[in-house]
């Protein structure tokens, strides 16, 4: 999946040891002289980054790379989840890197009754329906979102699988 503008990424040097790490942004500010620096996506369509390494002699090494962005949100959506009280995959969210400006999540049961919804990425489903578990099953969902920084609002469907 291609990273969005807000978007962090982790930049990875693999080269012979240096002294010094500049690593440039493509309006050529110095954003870090870390080794593997984490940086965030600031344009639409690609960001240009340059490296540039001097080692223990002087010499002056450099390499740039483009990133190609993209204007969708990712976000990643669990397939199942087990609401169970054993501390472990108890509540079913979603996660992405981005900063949403629109979140709709709801949940139907196969009869097409909606059992869950949220406008907060951060609260997820217990697997409760009126204060009871529901029982192990397939059930279907529905995702409207955009991120802050992108214009372009999507939509996802699928299927959560309800184990015990």
Do not use: H
């Not at 890197?97 to 217990?126: C, K, P």
């Amino acid at each position: 999946m291609l990273p969005m503008v807000g978007e962090m990424i982790n930049l990875i040097y693999t080269g012979s040891p240096v002294v010094t790490y500049n690593w440039i942004d493509d309006k050529d500010v110095l954003f870090s002289n870390l080794v593997n620096p984490v940086f965030t996506i600031q344009n639409q369509n690609f960001t240009s980054i340059y490296l540039y390494v001097q080692n223990q002699y002087g010499c002056i090494d450099s390499i740039s790379k483009n990133i190609i962005t993209s204007d969708k949100v990712n976000i990643w959506v669990p397939n199942s989840f087990t609401p169970n009280e054993d501390g472990m995959n108890d509540v079913y969210k979603l996660e992405t890197a981005t900063d949403l400006d629109v979140f709709n999540f709801y949940i139907y049961n196969r009869w097409g009754q909606l059992i869950f919804e949220s406008t907060n990425i951060n609260y997820g489903w217990d697997g409760k329906y009126m204060n009871e578990y529901v029982k192990p099953d397939v059930y279907i969902w529905t995702l409207i979102y955009s991120g802050k920084n992108s214009k372009v609002s999507q939509r996802k469907e699928g299927t959560v699988n309800v184990i015990r």
